[in-house]
């Protein structure tokens, strides 16, 4: 399973944009590129998911340059509720069908 | 749609005493996971079960740790006997499949305490 790099923390403002990149330069052809949320005392949860270019949903925008080794997760106009750690996975259905996952980026939203 | 269920949400015990997590995947969903969270730490994979099989064990301590998946649907992860570093959070997920393309689904997690 490839690795992943990530800040450890990031701060912003509200009503900002704020851009997350991983770096993952082993990533495999078969590889998927996935974030994750997790507030505290939650579990985490599925934010985007994708493979190359560009995918948009109503969270979030993942960017992914062609080379695939990296990405960037942005996040439209932050709220404090969006205050958490985020996760940044790569793997495959066709690997253990497990994620690992490294140890986010903890992101603070100020008022 | 009910999410994963688990519980307790919360577990003290003392040091060499026996704990059980219960988790209760989304209905139809069947691969489930059980993480383990340590503070300021991303969960790590402990073991993964298609239906009732067992296929990823390998991060299992298996000297104190087990867990079942009688009849595929819901799980127990038991310690015994807990140590003090086994105090964490459990997490169960649970997928349709075991594919990635739209992620896994986490309960709320166990928070164990062991003084």
């Known amino acids: 399973l490839a690795k992943t790099t990530q800040p450890i923390s990031m701060d912003s403002y509200e009503g900002q944009e704020v851009n997350i990149t991983c770096s993952h330069n082993?990533?495999?052809?078969?590889?998927?590129i996935t974030w994750y949320q997790q507030f505290p005392s939650q579990g985490p949860r599925f934010i985007i998911q994708g493979y190359k270019t560009k995918v948009t949903n109503e969270v979030a925008s993942l960017f992914i340059p062609a080379d695939r080794k990296s990405s960037t997760l942005s996040l439209p106009r932050v709220s404090l509720s969006d205050t958490a750690v985020y996760y940044c996975?790569?793997?495959?259905?066709?690997?253990?069908?497990?994620?690992?996952f490294g140890s986010g980026t903890q992101l603070t939203v100020l008022p | 749609e009910a999410g994963v269920v688990q519980s307790p949400r919360y577990k003290i015990i003392e040091k060499k005493q026996p704990v059980a997590f219960w988790c209760n995947p989304i209905?139809?969903?069947?691969?489930l996971y059980w993480y383990r969270q340590n503070l300021g730490q991303g969960p790590e994979l402990l073991i993964r079960y298609e239906n009732e099989e067992a296929v990823d064990d390998s991060q299992l301590p298996k000297d104190r740790f087990s867990a079942e998946r009688l009849k595929g649907v819901d799980s127990t992860l038991k310690i015994q006997p807990a140590e003090l570093g086994d105090s964490a959070v459990y997490l169960c997920a649970s997928s349709l499949g075991g594919t990635l393309n739209y992620g896994y689904t986490f309960g709320s997690g166990t928070r164990l305490t062991v003084v």
């Open positions: 082993n990533i495999a052809t078969n590889d998927y």
């Open positions: 996975l790569v793997g495959s259905s066709g690997s253990a069908r497990q994620l690992t």
């Open positions: 209905s139809g969903h069947n691969t």
